[in-house]
T-cell receptor, first 112, second 113 residues
Framework: DQQVKQNSPSLSVQEGRISILNCDYT??????FLWYKKYPAEGPTFLIS?????DKNEDGRFTVFLNKSAKHLSLHIVPSQPGDSAVYFC???????????FGTGTRLQVFP | DSGVTQTPKHLITATGQRVTLRCSPR?????VYWYQQSLDQGLQFLIQ???????AKGNILERFSAQQFPDLHSELNLSSLELGDSALYFC????????????FGEGSRLTVL
């Protein structure tokens, strides 16, 4: 049972435009959410997180939105840059000391 | 560089064999997680250790086992290997302040022929 779902395996966006990556979850106990970015031949690296007490968290060009009622979160990248091309994983946990459950990832390609 | 070290980076072996993957967490981190990433799959949680003790178990097969040693490094043992075990195996350590952020190693790519 996939508790964290990323239904879009890939996304292609033009440089300078907004990239929106989506993630849905089924476990209502999840209260901490993170996004990781992964380049080929490297391990995933932490990008941004949000706890369930918030509905938005911003860090530079990256903003994560959380809609608890819909069990949905999204990552916005504005403006998108070619260096953002990577696989993005959404992850969730029930408490920040619990194991992270990852989605299947979305491959973002930003073209000039 | 995440500070998490995994060896070997690549490993090719035959079905039925046994391999050991090794992970050294970041200095000071007490938690070690193991994840498996198969082709077109997300990161599947296998097992977590905290200061030498098993803390959580995910979808880890009985043919797989792990341990964390007193110096906090961890080993993942995979036995009776099957073709479907071919995957990237990632180790991660958790920020010591328990922010929930994991720091991943570069992974060990296992190919079973």
């Amino acid at each position: 049972d996939q508790q964290v779902k990323q239904n879009s395996p890939s996304l292609s966006v033009q440089e300078g435009r907004i990239s929106i990556l989506n993630c849905d979850y089924t476990n209502s106990m999840f209260d901490y959410f993170l996004w990781y970015k992964k380049y080929p031949a490297e391990g995933p690296t932490f990008l941004i997180s949000i706890s369930s007490i918030k509905d938005k968290n911003e860090d530079g060009r990256f903003t994560v939105f959380l809609n608890k009622s819909a069990k949905h979160l999204s990552l916005h990248i504005v403006p998108s840059q070619p260096g953002d091309s990577a696989v993005y994983f959404c992850a969730a946990s029930a408490g920040n000391t619990d194991k992270l459950i990852f989605g299947t990832g979305t491959r973002l390609q930003v073209f000039p | 560089d995440s500070g998490v070290t995994q060896t070997p980076k690549h490993l090719i072996t035959a079905t039925g064999q046994r391999v050991t993957l090794r992970c050294s967490p970041r200095s000071g981190d007490l938690s070690v997680y193991w994840y498996q990433q198969s082709l077109d799959q997300g990161l599947q949680f296998l097992i977590q250790y905290y200061n030498g003790e098993e803390r959580a178990k995910g979808n880890i097969l009985e043919r797989f086992s792990a341990q964390q040693f007193p110096d906090l490094h961890s080993e993942l043992n995979l036995s009776s290997l099957e073709l479907g075990d071919s995957a990237l195996y990632f180790c991660a350590s958790e920020d010591r302040t328990n922010t929930g952020e994991l720091f991943f190693g570069e992974g060990s790519r296992l190919t079973v022929l």
